[in-house]
Nanobody, 124 residues
Framework: QALLVESGGGLVQAGSSLKLSCTASARTFENYAMGWFRQAPGKEREFVGA????????LYADSVKGRFIISRDNAKNTVYLQMNLLKPEDTAVYYC?????????????????WGQGTQVTVSS
């Protein structure tokens, strides 16, 4: 069974940085594109970014472009989300997800496997 486990969430002040990790079972990770999503209280889950298995040219939501960086280490079956210049509006539960579809996908229904989520809270 596919398994994705996120870690690295926490409480930080605005302007700080935080790095999330998502480790997948080898079967899930191989040849899958990986995405990050987030869901704030009372809001719908939204796309943050995605990266191909090859790691080239990640895709980002406009709200995080220039502040967040997605990377992956296929040898470790791990994808990362480096979050810089955090804002209170970045507060959410962050989820990683795996998609078997080709290309990079922005919508959650295009992802087949999901982690349990990790809480990120940014104080002002």
């Amino acid at each position: 069974q596919a398994l994705l486990v996120e870690s690295g969430g926490g409480l930080v002040q605005a302007g700080s940085s935080l790095k999330l990790s998502c480790t997948a079972s080898a079967r899930t990770f191989e040849n899958y594109a990986m995405g990050w999503f987030r869901q704030a209280p009372g809001k719908e889950r939204e796309f943050v970014g995605a990266i191909r298995y090859t790691g080239e040219i990640p895709l980002y939501a406009d709200s995080v472009k220039g502040r967040f960086i997605i990377s992956r280490d296929n040898a470790k079956n791990t994808v990362y989300l480096q979050m810089n210049l955090l804002k209170p509006e970045d507060t959410a539960v962050y989820y990683c997800a795996a998609s078997a579809l080709s290309g990079l996908r922005r919508t959650d229904y295009e992802y087949h496997y999901w982690g349990q989520g990790t809480q990120v809270t940014v104080s002002s």
